[in-house]
């Protein structure tokens, strides 16, 4: 939709970049990585027209639900979730080579997503040769940037990481 809007939006729809925080994170990064697959294009409206985007950032996402062995699973899957349904909705699933240039940002303190998950998810898309960073910070819990100065911190990462890595 923004890219077919993109005129009327006033933005260029080369640069557009998708971001979110704990599970948005995971569907920014869900969405990055399913792009070009036919079966998360959806019914939208805009048929034909590019997912693609520019670049992804996330928060402390949960990355590898099929290998998760921590808490929450029952509550957003149901009990008896197949390892084929929690490897379909795992980010870690998508990482390859056409992965746009992706951000993270986590707490090693983090008691919801483990550090682990951001950890899993920069060796995949580095292993892909995918430009991708990891901003760990110490002692952190989740949600941590919801501090001012982390928060302002985290601002000033992600436009250095935009201004570096955008068309």
């Avoid at 670049?55 to 979730?81: E, H, N, V």
Wanted: charged share 15%.
């Amino acid at each position: 939709w923004m890219r077919t809007n993109a005129d009327e939006l006033g933005i260029d729809p080369e640069r557009i970049v998708i971001s979110g925080n704990s599970a948005g994170g995971h569907l920014s990064l869900v969405a990055a990585g399913t792009s070009s697959i036919p079966e998360f294009e959806g019914v939208g409206g805009n048929a034909g027209v590019s997912t693609n985007v520019a670049a992804c950032i996330a928060f402390y996402p949960p990355t590898g639900l099929d290998k998760r062995q921590w808490g929450g699973l029952p509550s957003l899957f149901g009990r008896g979730a197949s390892t084929e349904t929690l490897r379909t909705a795992s980010p870690l699933t998508y990482a390859t080579a056409d992965f746009p240039p992706t951000l993270l940002i986590q707490g090693n303190a983090d008691d919801v997503v483990p550090a682990a998950e951001a950890t899993a998810m920069y060796d995949a898309l580095l292993g892909h040769g995918v430009a991708v960073e990891l901003h760990m910070y110490a002692n952190q819990p989740h949600g941590f940037d919801a501090d001012p100065h982390l928060g302002r911190q985290c601002a000033d990462i992600m436009m250095s990481f935009l201004q570096r890595t955008l068309p």
